[in-house]
């Protein structure tokens, strides 16, 4: 008990320094910071399917996608509209395409599940790029949603809106979090622990598998889409490589940096891999050289991730 | 549109579907025997196209870069299997994804090392810059033909080699019952290496054959790869025969979309793919087990 109470502790202390951080950094760092909770939640939502229910999708980055652009279908051009309006939007949208998407590609497993889920990401990736839906290849510029209610709005200057973002991410993260940690609690997470040891074990017993995978689908989907109003809502400009499978990968390998069993491994993976890019973009031009040093650097030495290293320390 | 167009646009689809299978087949049998998922089998094709663009560009020759590239690609996919994927053949699909990804992030870096980050076009070989009389009113580019000629020969090779000789019928038996093949005294580990440098140099002469048709530009090689898995979800996992038709399909299927339905075109083959989903989840031309 007593590891299970000094964990809740060390994440509220991990959340209450976040909460902090606008306090003492400068607008740059307020921005990247933002940056980071939104790979955070893109991450936690992916690994609702890899890290829960072990079925590995490069397709995720599509709903994430289509939340951001459904932010920019929805903003008048000139005019301003509330997160209040975009945000249940976005996910609606992201977990109907979800629900399309899954229904379909949870028909397979494995190998072939990985390749459908990557087929069905770039369909909605060249959706954005090709057809007359999205705004073009290079992207669109729009107004950002505002923080608005029943015809008042807060009027904020710059710095102002970037931290009331930033504490929106924040918010919107520690909820996230907090909510699948309850939610994994469940019976529904110890029937997906269950999918994920011994899927015909759990379809033996009498539960429908395939329901349960088409569920963890959808939710992970419509996390993903809050991750993606909130990318759109901070950046005021979405562009079809929102969607594309480069954007899965990395999400991918935020939850392999951080670690996959455990949830706050994924979160910390994204706060690494985004200062990890960082510090790559300051000291050198090549980023993917180093971020594909990284990754492969993983890979080969850290299965467990960086919450595995804690995790054995304690062990031991 | 008249008849010749359309005979045409249907070659053009042939000749992309066969290029197609240049670079499934080796997708599908890397995951068909050694269970790999090879993202990075499309910057294999990309390395193809720049090692012709590069040739064309020093030496003024594709001729060259042709038998050499078969023979690098060899080497290249013996050594990626030797020192890299050999050692993730019991890994989870997750590291190899990741693995796999981290090569086309080095891969594309060294692109923009040696070549640079721009478009760049690919001439034709002079020997072959000339159109060839099909009927009377209707002649179709000789590269395209000499293309179209040299993946139906390689595809004919690959065929011969999997079902009637010795190697092959490893190949088969490693794919499906690799402990037997094992025990039987084969040296399974050969086999490996030798499916990684065929599969490998397949995807690089594509990418050679490939650069004159469609230039060179960064990041060529991940739509051929994603469309190649199309291919590989169509044919069944591990079939050649089911590659080699889906990948004409797919190669018609796109060609003929992109003249008669220019607006949905893109999407075609992805909706072509979930009907096929749909009615059989393992694939067209799965073999029933």
């Known amino acids: 008990m ?7 502790w060390a994440l ?12 003492v950094a400068t607008n740059f760092y307020v921005t990247l910071a933002s940056s980071a909770l939104v790979a955070a939640m893109l991450a936690l939502s992916l690994n609702l399917m890899v890290g829960s229910l072990g079925l590995v999708s490069l397709g995720h980055a599509a709903f994430f996608g289509a939340a951001a652009y459904t932010v920019y279908y929805l903003v008048p051009s000139g005019g301003s509209l509330s997160f209040l309006v975009t945000l249940p939007a976005a996910i609606l949208v992201a977990s109907l395409a979800s629900l399309v998407i899954g229904a379909i590609s949870l028909r397979t497993k494995g190998f072939f599940f990985l390749m459908v889920t990557l087929a069905f990401g770039q369909m909605v990736f060249f959706l954005f790029h090709d057809t007359k839906l999205g705004g073009g290849g290079d992207g669109v510029f729009f107004t950002r949603p505002g923080f608005s209610a029943f015809g008042w709005e807060i009027r904020l200057d710059r710095r102002a809106r970037g931290v009331a973002t930033y504490y929106l991410n924040l918010l919107l993260l520690a909820a996230m979090f907090f909510g699948l940690r309850a939610l994994l609690q469940t019976l529904f997470g110890r029937v997906v622990a269950g999918i994920r040891a011994n899927e015909h074990r759990m379809r033996a017993l009498g539960y429908d598998v395939y329901r349960y995978k088409l569920a963890c689908f959808v939710l992970s989907g419509a996390l993903a889409g809050i991750a993606g109003h909130m990318w759109a809502m901070q950046k005021g400009v979405v562009n079809p490589e929102l969607a594309s499978w480069h954007n899965s990968a990395e999400a991918l390998l935020m939850i392999l940096l951080g670690g996959l069993r455990s949830l706050h491994g994924p979160i910390l993976g994204a706060i690494a891999y985004t200062g990890i890019g960082e510090i790559a973009d300051l000291l050198t031009e090549r980023r993917k050289l180093v971020e594909g040093l990284i990754i492969l650097a993983a890979v080969l030495l850290l299965p467990q991730g960086i919450a595995g290293i804690r995790l054995k320390r304690g062990d031991g | 549109m008249d008849l010749s167009g359309l005979l045409a646009q249907i070659l053009n689809g042939l000749q992309y579907g066969l290029l197609l299978f240049l670079i499934s087949s080796g997708l599908t049998l890397i995951f068909g025997i050694m269970g790999i998922i090879n993202l990075a089998h499309g910057s294999l094709f990309m390395v193809g196209a720049y090692a012709a663009f590069l040739s064309v560009k020093s030496f003024g020759s594709l001729w060259l870069a042709l038998p050499l590239g078969l023979i690098g690609g060899a080497v290249l996919g013996a050594l990626l299997e030797r020192f890299l994927f050999r050692y993730f053949y019991r890994r989870e699909h997750l590291d190899q994804v990741l693995l796999t990804f981290a090569l086309i992030l080095l891969f594309e ?4 090392i040696v070549a640079g980050n721009g478009f760049h076009a690919v001439e034709v070989p002079a020997l072959l810059d000339f159109s060839v009389a099909v009927t009377r009113d209707f002649s179709y580019s000789a590269y395209r033909l000499f293309a179209l000629a040299i993946c139906l ?7 011969h080699a999997i079902h009637r000789t010795r190697f092959g019928a490893m190949i088969r038996a490693g794919a499906d019952k690799p402990e037997m093949v094992q025990m039987l005294g084969i040296d399974v580990s050969r086999v490996h290496v030798a499916v990684f440098a065929v599969g490998t140099a397949l995807a690089v002469v594509a990418g050679m054959l490939a650069a004159p048709l469609y230039s060179v530009y960064p990041g ?22 089911g590659a080699f038709w889906a990948a004409l399909l797919i190669g018609l299927v796109d060609t003929l979309g992109k ?20 009615l059989r989840p393992s694939g067209l031309f799965a073999r029933t087990q």
């Open chain 1, 2 to 8: 007593t590891a299970a109470r000094n964990e809740t």
């Open chain 1, 12 to 23: 509220l202390g991990g959340f209450a320094l976040l909460a902090l951080l606008p306090l």
């Open chain 2, 109 to 112: 870096e060294l692109r923009s």
């Open chain 2, 153 to 159: 020969v390689l595809a004919a090779v690959l065929f």
């Open chain 2, 220 to 241: 060529m090689g991940d739509g051929f790869l994603i469309i190649s898995f199309v291919v590989v979800v169509i044919g069944g996992i591990g079939s050649v025969g």
């Open chain 2, 259 to 278: 003249v008669f339905l220019p607006s949905v075109a893109g999407i075609a083959v992805y909706v072509l793919m979930a009907a096929v989903l749909l």
